[in-house]
Protein backbone atom coordinates (compact mmCIF):
# COMPACT_ATOMS: atom_id res chain seq x y z
CA UNK A 1 0.00 0.00 0.00
CA UNK A 2 1.36 3.46 -0.96
CA UNK A 3 0.54 6.27 2.06
CA UNK A 4 0.82 9.78 0.76
CA UNK A 5 2.38 12.15 2.76
CA UNK A 6 0.54 14.69 4.73
CA UNK A 7 1.86 17.71 1.87
CA UNK A 8 1.14 15.27 -0.83
CA UNK A 9 -2.66 15.16 0.55
CA UNK A 10 -3.32 18.57 1.49
CA UNK A 11 -2.29 19.66 -2.25
CA UNK A 12 -4.67 16.57 -3.53
CA UNK A 13 -7.28 17.54 -1.62
CA UNK A 14 -6.86 21.13 -2.57
CA UNK A 15 -7.18 20.12 -5.91
CA UNK A 16 -10.15 17.90 -5.72
CA UNK A 17 -12.20 21.03 -3.92
CA UNK A 18 -10.77 23.51 -6.66
CA UNK A 19 -12.36 21.00 -8.98
CA UNK A 20 -15.91 20.85 -7.32
CA UNK A 21 -15.97 24.99 -6.71
CA UNK A 22 -15.38 25.49 -10.83
CA UNK A 23 -17.53 22.26 -11.89
CA UNK A 24 -19.60 21.52 -9.85
CA UNK A 25 -22.98 24.11 -9.76
CA UNK A 26 -25.68 22.64 -8.09
CA UNK A 27 -23.54 20.89 -5.42
CA UNK A 28 -20.41 22.86 -4.40
CA UNK A 29 -22.40 25.06 -2.02
CA UNK A 30 -24.12 22.07 -0.42
CA UNK A 31 -21.26 20.13 0.46
CA UNK A 32 -19.48 23.38 1.99
CA UNK A 33 -21.87 22.37 4.75
CA UNK A 34 -20.53 18.87 5.44
CA UNK A 35 -17.88 18.83 8.37
CA UNK A 36 -14.47 17.60 8.03
CA UNK A 37 -13.74 15.07 6.74
CA UNK A 38 -16.84 14.28 4.77
CA UNK A 39 -16.50 17.87 3.30
CA UNK A 40 -13.12 16.98 1.45
CA UNK A 41 -14.28 13.19 1.10
CA UNK A 42 -16.68 14.24 -1.40
CA UNK A 43 -14.49 17.13 -2.91
CA UNK A 44 -12.15 13.77 -3.90
CA UNK A 45 -15.53 11.87 -4.92
CA UNK A 46 -16.79 14.52 -7.10
CA UNK A 47 -13.26 15.57 -8.95
CA UNK A 48 -13.05 11.23 -9.52
CA UNK A 49 -16.86 11.38 -11.26
CA UNK A 50 -16.07 14.99 -13.24
CA UNK A 51 -13.09 13.39 -14.50
CA UNK A 52 -14.51 10.17 -15.73
CA UNK A 53 -17.78 12.77 -17.17
CA UNK A 54 -15.19 14.62 -19.34
CA UNK A 55 -13.46 11.44 -20.57
CA UNK A 56 -16.81 10.21 -22.22
CA UNK A 57 -17.44 14.30 -23.57
CA UNK A 58 -13.82 14.58 -24.97
CA UNK A 59 -12.65 16.98 -22.98
CA UNK A 60 -9.91 14.99 -20.91
CA UNK A 61 -7.20 12.29 -22.06
CA UNK A 62 -5.65 11.66 -25.61
CA UNK A 63 -8.57 12.70 -27.90
CA UNK A 64 -7.00 10.04 -30.53
CA UNK A 65 -7.88 7.57 -28.17
CA UNK A 66 -11.82 6.32 -28.34
CA UNK A 67 -13.28 7.35 -25.62
CA UNK A 68 -14.05 3.34 -24.57
CA UNK A 69 -10.35 3.00 -24.14
CA UNK A 70 -9.72 6.20 -22.06
CA UNK A 71 -12.23 4.56 -19.71
CA UNK A 72 -10.40 1.47 -19.63
CA UNK A 73 -7.51 3.05 -18.40
CA UNK A 74 -9.18 5.01 -16.26
CA UNK A 75 -11.21 1.95 -14.79
CA UNK A 76 -7.55 0.41 -14.45
CA UNK A 77 -5.90 3.34 -12.44
CA UNK A 78 -9.35 3.44 -10.01
CA UNK A 79 -8.62 0.19 -9.36
CA UNK A 80 -5.42 0.65 -8.37
CA UNK A 81 -6.25 3.77 -6.36
CA UNK A 82 -9.14 1.97 -4.42
CA UNK A 83 -6.77 -0.93 -3.68
CA UNK A 84 -3.97 1.59 -1.81
CA UNK A 85 -1.76 1.79 -4.66
CA UNK A 86 -2.41 5.17 -6.62
CA UNK A 87 -0.82 6.12 -9.83
CA UNK A 88 1.33 9.15 -9.74
CA UNK A 89 1.12 12.10 -11.52
CA UNK A 90 -2.47 13.38 -10.95
CA UNK A 91 -3.37 15.02 -7.59
CA UNK A 92 -7.13 12.84 -7.85
CA UNK A 93 -5.92 9.28 -6.90
CA UNK A 94 -3.94 10.03 -3.87
CA UNK A 95 -6.91 11.80 -2.27
CA UNK A 96 -9.35 8.89 -3.65
CA UNK A 97 -7.12 6.45 -2.21
CA UNK A 98 -7.20 8.06 1.07
CA UNK A 99 -10.84 8.29 0.87
CA UNK A 100 -11.67 4.96 0.47
CA UNK A 101 -9.21 3.56 2.87
CA UNK A 102 -10.90 6.28 5.58
CA UNK A 103 -14.32 5.01 4.83
CA UNK A 104 -14.46 1.43 3.61
CA UNK A 105 -15.92 2.73 0.27
CA UNK A 106 -16.61 -0.53 -1.85
CA UNK A 107 -15.20 -0.79 -5.05
CA UNK A 108 -17.89 -2.21 -6.91
CA UNK A 109 -19.65 1.25 -6.81
CA UNK A 110 -17.12 2.52 -8.54
CA UNK A 111 -17.14 -0.07 -10.79
CA UNK A 112 -20.80 0.59 -11.57
CA UNK A 113 -20.68 3.82 -12.13
CA UNK A 114 -18.14 3.43 -14.81
CA UNK A 115 -20.38 0.87 -16.52
CA UNK A 116 -23.06 3.95 -16.56
CA UNK A 117 -20.14 6.29 -18.13
CA UNK A 118 -19.68 3.14 -20.70
CA UNK A 119 -23.28 3.13 -21.82
CA UNK A 120 -22.72 6.65 -22.64
CA UNK A 121 -20.26 5.88 -25.38
CA UNK A 122 -22.57 4.63 -27.34
CA UNK A 123 -25.68 6.41 -28.95
CA UNK A 124 -28.81 4.67 -28.04
CA UNK A 125 -32.08 5.04 -26.99
CA UNK A 126 -34.17 2.85 -23.39
CA UNK A 127 -36.60 1.27 -24.54
CA UNK A 128 -38.39 0.97 -21.40
CA UNK A 129 -38.05 2.85 -17.87
CA UNK A 130 -36.84 -0.43 -16.20
CA UNK A 131 -33.89 -0.15 -18.80
CA UNK A 132 -33.13 3.48 -17.65
CA UNK A 133 -33.92 2.78 -14.70
CA UNK A 134 -30.68 0.77 -14.58
CA UNK A 135 -28.16 3.24 -16.06
CA UNK A 136 -29.87 5.67 -13.31
CA UNK A 137 -28.75 3.12 -10.74
CA UNK A 138 -25.41 2.95 -12.26
CA UNK A 139 -24.36 6.81 -13.36
CA UNK A 140 -26.42 8.61 -9.78
CA UNK A 141 -27.92 5.73 -6.91
CA UNK A 142 -23.88 4.41 -7.21
CA UNK A 143 -23.08 7.95 -6.12
CA UNK A 144 -25.65 8.29 -2.89
CA UNK A 145 -24.49 4.43 -1.55
CA UNK A 146 -21.11 6.29 -1.99
CA UNK A 147 -22.20 9.52 -0.19
CA UNK A 148 -24.02 7.75 2.71
CA UNK A 149 -20.70 5.23 3.72
CA UNK A 150 -19.04 8.81 4.25
CA UNK A 151 -21.61 10.83 6.02
CA UNK A 152 -22.96 7.50 8.01
CA UNK A 153 -25.99 6.28 8.95
CA UNK A 154 -28.13 4.02 11.52
CA UNK A 155 -30.29 2.06 9.45
CA UNK A 156 -29.58 0.00 6.40
CA UNK A 157 -32.80 1.04 4.78
CA UNK A 158 -30.39 3.75 3.76
CA UNK A 159 -29.16 2.19 1.30
CA UNK A 160 -32.32 1.41 -0.41
CA UNK A 161 -33.56 4.88 -0.08
CA UNK A 162 -30.26 6.40 -1.06
CA UNK A 163 -30.31 4.16 -4.53
CA UNK A 164 -34.36 5.83 -5.38
CA UNK A 165 -32.66 9.44 -4.09
CA UNK A 166 -30.17 8.82 -6.55
CA UNK A 167 -32.79 7.73 -9.36
CA UNK A 168 -35.11 10.77 -8.60
CA UNK A 169 -32.18 13.06 -8.89
CA UNK A 170 -31.32 11.66 -12.17
CA UNK A 171 -34.65 12.01 -13.73
CA UNK A 172 -34.38 15.25 -12.86
CA UNK A 173 -31.03 15.69 -15.13
CA UNK A 174 -32.44 13.73 -17.69
CA UNK A 175 -35.19 16.09 -18.29
CA UNK A 176 -33.86 19.44 -17.61
CA UNK A 177 -30.69 18.15 -20.35
CA UNK A 178 -33.43 16.91 -23.50
CA UNK A 179 -32.53 19.33 -25.52
CA UNK A 180 -28.46 19.26 -25.38
CA UNK A 181 -28.68 15.94 -24.90
CA UNK A 182 -30.81 15.57 -28.04
CA UNK A 183 -28.13 17.92 -30.40
CA UNK A 184 -25.63 15.03 -29.21
CA UNK A 185 -27.80 12.21 -30.42
CA UNK A 186 -28.64 10.77 -26.73
CA UNK A 187 -32.11 10.32 -25.52
CA UNK A 188 -32.71 8.51 -22.14
CA UNK A 189 -36.41 9.02 -21.79
CA UNK A 190 -38.05 5.88 -22.55
CA UNK A 191 -39.22 4.53 -26.18
CA UNK A 192 -42.01 3.20 -24.90
CA UNK A 193 -43.48 6.24 -22.90
CA UNK A 194 -42.79 8.52 -26.52
CA UNK A 195 -45.20 5.72 -28.32
CA UNK A 196 -47.57 6.04 -25.31
CA UNK A 197 -47.85 9.16 -25.99
CA UNK A 198 -47.93 9.14 -29.78
CA UNK A 199 -45.07 11.52 -30.41
CA UNK A 200 -41.62 11.04 -31.30
CA UNK A 201 -38.30 12.75 -30.33
CA UNK A 202 -38.57 15.34 -33.05
CA UNK A 203 -42.26 16.28 -32.11
CA UNK A 204 -40.84 17.17 -28.59
CA UNK A 205 -38.07 18.62 -29.40
CA UNK A 206 -39.85 20.72 -32.07
CA UNK A 207 -43.36 20.91 -29.79
CA UNK A 208 -45.19 20.47 -32.86
CA UNK A 209 -48.21 18.27 -30.85
CA UNK A 210 -48.78 20.63 -27.70
CA UNK A 211 -51.08 19.02 -25.62
CA UNK A 212 -49.24 15.50 -26.24
CA UNK A 213 -46.06 16.83 -25.09
CA UNK A 214 -47.13 18.13 -22.14
CA UNK A 215 -48.85 14.98 -21.08
CA UNK A 216 -45.71 13.28 -21.82
CA UNK A 217 -43.33 15.20 -19.88
CA UNK A 218 -45.63 15.73 -17.06
CA UNK A 219 -45.80 11.97 -16.32
CA UNK A 220 -42.07 11.55 -16.72
CA UNK A 221 -42.04 14.42 -13.58
CA UNK A 222 -44.52 12.72 -11.65
CA UNK A 223 -42.46 9.56 -11.91
CA UNK A 224 -39.37 11.51 -10.47
CA UNK A 225 -41.40 12.99 -7.97
CA UNK A 226 -42.74 9.42 -6.70
CA UNK A 227 -38.48 8.50 -5.99
CA UNK A 228 -38.08 11.99 -4.39
CA UNK A 229 -40.96 10.36 -2.36
CA UNK A 230 -40.17 7.20 -1.63
CA UNK A 231 -36.87 8.34 -0.52
CA UNK A 232 -38.04 10.98 1.97
CA UNK A 233 -36.35 8.62 5.11
CA UNK A 234 -33.30 8.68 3.73
CA UNK A 235 -32.68 12.73 5.66
CA UNK A 236 -33.67 10.59 9.46
CA UNK A 237 -30.81 7.94 8.49
CA UNK A 238 -27.60 9.53 8.18
CA UNK A 239 -25.39 11.39 10.51
CA UNK A 240 -27.59 14.35 11.67
CA UNK A 241 -24.53 16.78 11.13
CA UNK A 242 -24.52 15.85 7.63
CA UNK A 243 -28.06 16.15 6.87
CA UNK A 244 -28.67 20.12 6.09
CA UNK A 245 -26.14 19.12 2.39
CA UNK A 246 -28.64 16.25 1.19
CA UNK A 247 -31.65 18.76 2.12
CA UNK A 248 -29.92 21.24 0.14
CA UNK A 249 -28.95 19.00 -2.73
CA UNK A 250 -32.69 17.87 -2.63
CA UNK A 251 -34.27 21.40 -2.55
CA UNK A 252 -32.52 22.87 -5.22
CA UNK A 253 -32.96 19.77 -7.51
CA UNK A 254 -37.00 19.12 -6.51
CA UNK A 255 -36.91 22.91 -7.32
CA UNK A 256 -35.57 22.37 -10.80
CA UNK A 257 -38.25 19.72 -11.14
CA UNK A 258 -40.96 21.95 -10.12
CA UNK A 259 -40.10 24.48 -12.49
CA UNK A 260 -40.45 21.48 -15.11
CA UNK A 261 -43.81 20.98 -13.87
CA UNK A 262 -44.88 24.09 -14.01
CA UNK A 263 -43.44 25.07 -17.69
CA UNK A 264 -42.71 22.08 -18.88
CA UNK A 265 -42.48 23.06 -22.37
CA UNK A 266 -39.18 25.03 -20.97
CA UNK A 267 -37.52 21.97 -21.30
CA UNK A 268 -37.27 22.20 -25.24
CA UNK A 269 -38.09 25.55 -25.81
CA UNK A 270 -35.47 27.33 -23.16
CA UNK A 271 -32.01 26.97 -22.43
CA UNK A 272 -31.31 24.89 -19.74
CA UNK A 273 -33.63 25.50 -16.69
CA UNK A 274 -32.00 26.76 -13.82
CA UNK A 275 -32.36 27.90 -10.24
CA UNK A 276 -31.16 31.80 -10.22
CA UNK A 277 -28.95 32.95 -7.73
CA UNK A 278 -31.41 34.42 -5.29
CA UNK A 279 -33.70 30.49 -5.37
CA UNK A 280 -29.95 29.15 -4.51
CA UNK A 281 -29.06 31.45 -1.76
CA UNK A 282 -32.29 30.91 -0.18
CA UNK A 283 -31.74 27.13 0.19
CA UNK A 284 -28.39 28.05 1.11
CA UNK A 285 -29.13 30.92 3.96
CA UNK A 286 -32.30 27.44 5.05
CA UNK A 287 -29.95 25.29 4.79
CA UNK A 288 -27.36 26.80 6.99
CA UNK A 289 -30.14 27.73 9.53
CA UNK A 290 -31.05 24.16 9.32
CA UNK A 291 -27.20 22.99 10.54
CA UNK A 292 -27.15 25.72 13.07
CA UNK A 293 -30.49 25.05 14.77
CA UNK A 294 -31.21 21.64 14.66
CA UNK A 295 -29.57 19.65 18.04
CA UNK A 296 -28.27 16.32 17.06
CA UNK A 297 -30.50 13.97 16.90
CA UNK A 298 -33.36 15.95 15.78
CA UNK A 299 -35.87 14.90 13.64
CA UNK A 300 -36.30 16.82 10.77
Not at 190 to 219: K, Y
Request: proline share 6%; glycine share 4%; hydrophobic share 40%.
Amino acid sequence: MTVASADQLHSAFAHCRGVTRERARNFYYGLKLLPEPQRSALYAIYAWMRRADDLVDGEAGDQSIPAPERLDAFRAETSRALSGDPPEGDPIWPALAHVAAEFNLQPRHFEDMLAGQFDDTEDHTYETFEDLKTYCYRVASTVGLVCIEIWGYTDPAARTHAIDRGIAFQLTNILRDFREDFAEGRVYLPSDDFAEHGITHHDLIDWTQPERCRAFLLQQVERATTFYDRSAPLDELITPECVPTLWAMTAIYRGLLEKMRTHPERVVTEERIRLSAMEKGLIALRAKWFRTSRPPGAST
